[in-house]
């Protein structure tokens, strides 16, 4: 990520976030994550059972894509009831002294606080930019169990970063959440 120039994109985000509100995206990108898997696990299952059982009758056909559609929109309703009630969280944080960090994308990304403690996430809903080992970010995150999930960050260093700390809205929300 540039010094001068924040994409619009994550500037989106960031405004969202420090709002202690996740942005459309995000919003949709989690309640939709499991939804990926379902479907490839429900295409055999489609393929199998579509055509015999509409051999037999519409009303057969109908059923299967009830089912189908019941499958994905259980866990999609119970994410979102979830992540609704989630609550925000920031943290200045170091970017990690890995120079090859970028190259090994299915591990999880890790940041330090200023005391040495390392914090990982295993998943990101953010564009992740290249992290200067040693610079201080502003980052915005969620739980989801026992895992982080990155939303946005931007270094502290950016002439803007004070625009995209948390407002008061933010500590609300999160003490009404928690």
Known sequence: MSQQRIPVAQRKRLERNR????????????????????????????IILGPRLAAFSL???????????????????????????????FAELQGDSSPVAGLFFWRPRVMRTANGEAVRFQRRLAPMPRLRSGQTYLVYFLR??????????????????????PTDAFQRRAQQRS
Do not use: N
């Open 19 to 46: 709002q202690g509100r996740l942005a459309g995206a995000q919003w949709l990108a989690t309640i939709t994550q499991p939804l990926s898997v379902l479907l490839v696990l429900l295409a055999p299952l489609v």
């Open 59 to 89: 009303r057969g056909f109908a059923m299967v894509a009830l089912l189908v559609l019941l499958l994905l929109l259980v866990p999609a309703l119970w994410r979102a009831r979830r992540y609704a009630r989630a609550p925000l969280e």
């Open 144 to 165: 989801d169990g026992e895992q982080r999930v990155l939303l946005s960050l931007v270094s502290a260093a950016h002439p803007d970063a004070r625009h995209y700390r």
